[in-house]
Nanobody
Framework: VQLVESGGGLVQPGGSLRLSCAAS????????MNWYRQAPGKEREWVSTITGGSGGGTTVYADSVKGRFTISRDNAKNTVYLQMNSLKPEDTAVYYC?????????WGKGTLVTVSS
């Protein structure tokens, strides 16, 4: 199993970024995918989930990002995305892609997002 995030960087408050997570080693379309983040000095927190399977595509968001972030997936590319708009300094964090199967959490190495003027 491999999860590789990309798309992080430095952005000004109010700006946008799109994160990508390329997955391999499992049947991507069958499983929910998650985004988490960890800000400096804080615990890792859940950001968003998109379901998988035949009825997949249902999305859920943390209250802190609802209305600003959009999760999506492209099963043909085995990739999950996180579109982040109206970014705030408090969104600064390392963002991680996550997949949970059989009680095991699989993580990417993360991509750093810095929101600063």
């Amino acid at each position: 199993v491999q999860l590789v995030e990309s798309g992080g960087g430095l952005v000004q408050p109010g700006g946008s970024l799109r994160l990508s997570c390329a997955a391999s080693g499992f049947t991507f379309s069958s499983y929910a995918m998650n985004w988490y983040r960890q800000a400096p000095g804080k615990e890792r927190e859940w950001v968003s989930t998109i379901t998988g399977g035949s009825g997949g595509g249902t999305t859920v968001y943390a209250d802190s990002v609802k209305g600003r972030f959009t999760i999506s997936r492209d099963n043909a590319k085995n990739t999950v995305y996180l579109q982040m708009n109206s970014l705030k300094p408090e969104d600064t964090a390392v963002y991680y892609c996550n997949n949970r199967r059989g009680g095991i959490n699989y993580w990417g190495k993360g991509t750093l997002v810095t929101v600063s003027s």
